[in-house]
């Protein structure tokens, strides 16, 4: 997805949760779904949970792609992760952020 799309798609009003905002819109004619990602390094510390997170998101939102969702989407982190545990992603915390990815979708 091309950065022009993106801000479109950050012009439009989110679908949210705590720590998650979710942007899509109608795909553009004779064009599959578009996914793109937005963890900030100032909010998910380690490039190890970033990615993480980012493959999380994905496998998710491929997911509901194929099966439900015919949008284009952004998914962006808002808030940071790993507070009581000095910047690391724990088990605990991926699943919370999991399920509300999930219910965002």
């Known amino acids: 997805m091309n950065s022009a799309r993106i801000s479109e798609l950050l012009k439009a009003r989110p679908k949210t949760s705590l720590y998650w905002g979710m942007y899509a819109a109608s795909i553009q004619e004779g064009a599959k779904p578009d996914l793109g ?55 605990k915390e991926k699943e919370i952020l999991r399920s509300q990815i999930s219910g965002l979708i």
């Not at 994905?58 to 997911?63: C, G, I, K, N, Q």
């Not at 808030?79 to 724990?90: D, N, Q």
């Open 37 to 91: 990602v937005a963890v900030a390094k100032k909010l998910a510390k380690r490039a190890v949970d970033r990615n993480r997170l980012k493959r999380m998101i994905r496998e998710l939102v491929w997911t509901a792609q194929a099966n439900t969702l015919n949008k284009d989407v952004v998914v962006k982190l808002k808030k940071p992760i790993g507070r009581e545990t000095r910047g690391r992603l724990r088990k």
